[in-house]
């Protein structure tokens, strides 16, 4: 009983000492050390930091990485000590003088600051391994182009917060971009962090997967490259397509761009798209497909062309002088014309003529899924005149732009569809649906055009010095006069030629474009014939195409 009372008291005694220390302690932290502490807790900072997420990647058809991204840092800076020290250690690293980054840090002491955007990881763990005191990596990720320059318009480059500048990855922005992470970090009155937790995780963007083919693409602007240095033009487009699907291989542009340094000025139009431009008599297509259409013509009607038309009180002649000549549907569009196509364009009317246009797709974006399309300039029939049907047949008074006339010509190769053309063939791992086509022109219609086509590129054509052994081609030349202050310049011209292959069945179109060439070569049989021979050659050897 005396043992147990004096465990008893033991006890008790016991609890009365922790509760005495207990006590004690309080009084420390509260009484004591409470304005150490307080000053302590309120030189801590809270910060909830943006983890950028890692960019999806732009491939081609095959797999080839066209857009990259690569783990970086952004360097930032906060509450640094010795600014000038700091300074002197960090701008061999970054490129910048120690002098320039010194006045960055003492100017504004106490607010974060960025010193530099996008550091390659290498260097950002050098500049980590020097150990400043206010010197903080923020996670980010590089944008890199493996290819360099190709396909540069297309693919757009990317603005230094890390957005899309233009093309497919301002367009895609929202795919390619994922969704950013967040941290909380604690700071400590010198600028270390002591405590971080993850918020949210970041979450990688979509990848793309185009339908470029990224040797086709390189070949393409190999080719508009060689044109450029001989003939010196303002620019030059090149467009290759399966006109099956209407699936873009190529989607060319010279001079080119480099996506790493986007910017503004003529080198990153894309023209593709958006160069609005007089077809000349690649658009002799519509007058003839509506007027086979109609029923007015077959391809083996005849026509008597005379030497110059008289027509509202105007003179239409030919590119090359002539006597009185009788030719057929055939031969209009083999020796290209233009009187041919007025007296076609005057057998279908000025409505039908106007309903054919527009069924042939211009005047109207094609709807490609790139940004930036223009959609060319038709006149509204309540704007048609006396001469309207004295030029417009033969491509004069109305444009275009490259992708509206590939597209028109990839309709006949592929028996009378306009299809919608297209660049993006999945996002995500996931295919995009391919927008339908409708029919314009009947089958058979289609076939005979197919085989009108042909006529150019035959003896007495005007394309029939272009030529690959194996294949029948068919295509189309193209000169127009450029309208300066609203007349038509005999100086300044775009030369054209489209076409595709195995005629019979075609696999491949090229359409090609030169704006303004020097040197006298201002015919579409010049500078684009042979650019579109090289390319065609080399795309239906590349495809294994077999011969015709």
């Given amino acids: ?246 699936a873009v291989l190529a989607l060319a542009n010279w001079p080119s761009a480099n996506p790493s340094s986007p910017g503004g000025g003529r080198n990153w139009i894309d023209s593709a798209i958006a160069m609005n431009y007089e077809p000349g008599s690649t658009f002799k297509i519509v007058a003839v497909g509506g007027a086979l259409s109609d029923g007015l013509i077959t391809p083996n009607t005849t026509f008597q062309i005379p030497a110059a038309l008289q027509f509202d009180g105007r003179t239409i002649n030919d590119s090359e002088p002539h006597g009185n000549e009788t030719l057929t549907t055939a031969g209009i569009v083999g020796q290209s014309s233009n009187i041919g196509a007025v007296e076609i364009g005057q057998l279908l009317g000025e409505n039908r003529f106007y309903q054919w246009t527009r069924r042939f797709g211009f005047g109207a974006p094609t709807g490609i899924d790139v940004p930036g399309e223009e959609q060319g300039l038709i006149p509204p029939l309540s704007d048609y005149n006396n001469f309207s049907m004295g030029n417009l047949p033969f491509g004069q008074g109305e444009s275009v732009t490259p992708i509206q006339l590939a597209t028109a010509y990839a309709a006949i190769a592929d028996g009378g569809v306009l299809r919608p053309p297209h660049v993006v063939a999945a996002v995500g791992g996931e295919a995009v649906r391919t927008p339908r086509g409708h029919r314009i022109l009947s089958p058979q219609v289609a076939a005979e055009m197919r085989k009108i086509l042909e006529a150019p590129l035959a003896p007495n054509g005007t394309a029939s010095e272009i030529s690959i052994p194996g294949y029948t081609l068919a295509g189309k030349t193209g000169t127009a006069n450029i309208a300066v202050n609203g007349i038509y310049s005999h100086t300044k011209y775009v030369a054209s030629f489209v076409g595709f292959a195995p005629a019979e069945h075609p696999k491949v179109e090229v359409t090609v474009v030169v704006d303004q060439p020097q040197d006298g070569a201002i015919y579409g049989t010049d500078a684009p014939a042979h650019a579109w021979e090289d390319i065609m050659s080399w795309a239906l050897r590349y495809m294994a195409i077999p011969p015709s």
């Fill in 1 to 246: 009983m005396v043992l147990a009372q004096r465990r008893l008291r033991l006890l008790f005694a016991s609890f009365a000492a922790l509760l005495l220390i207990a006590a004690l302690r309080t009084a420390d932290l509260g009484m004591l050390q409470g304005t150490h502490l307080s000053d302590l807790a309120q030189s801590n900072e809270v910060r909830i930091l943006v983890q950028p997420a890692m960019r999806g990647a732009i491939v081609d058809a095959s797999g080839r990485a066209l857009a990259l991204s690569e783990p970086g840092d952004d360097i930032e800076a906060y509450r640094v000590s010795y600014p000038a020290t700091a300074a002197a250690k960090l701008a061999p690293l970054l490129h910048e003088s120690s002098a320039a980054l010194a006045l960055k840090l003492e100017q504004h002491p106490n607010s974060n600051q960025y010193l530099a955007r996008q550091v390659p990881a290498a260097t950002a763990q050098r500049i980590e391994s020097l150990g400043i005191n206010g010197i903080a990596l923020a996670t980010d990720n590089i944008r890199y182009y493996p290819f360099g320059s190709l396909a540069g318009q297309l693919l757009g480059g990317m603005h230094s917060n890390g957005s899309g500048a233009a093309g497919l990855e301002a367009a895609y922005d929202r795919a390619l971009a994922g969704s950013s992470g967040k941290t909380r970090v604690v700071y400590a009155g010198d600028g270390k962090p002591i405590s971080v937790d993850v918020l949210r995780q970041a979450r990688t963007g979509a990848s793309l997967r185009l339908t470029i083919d990224a040797p086709l693409q390189q070949e393409v602007e190999s080719v508009l490259a060689s044109v450029g240095s001989r003939f010196s033009p303002y620019s030059s487009t090149g467009i290759v397509s399966d006109p099956r699907t209407g």
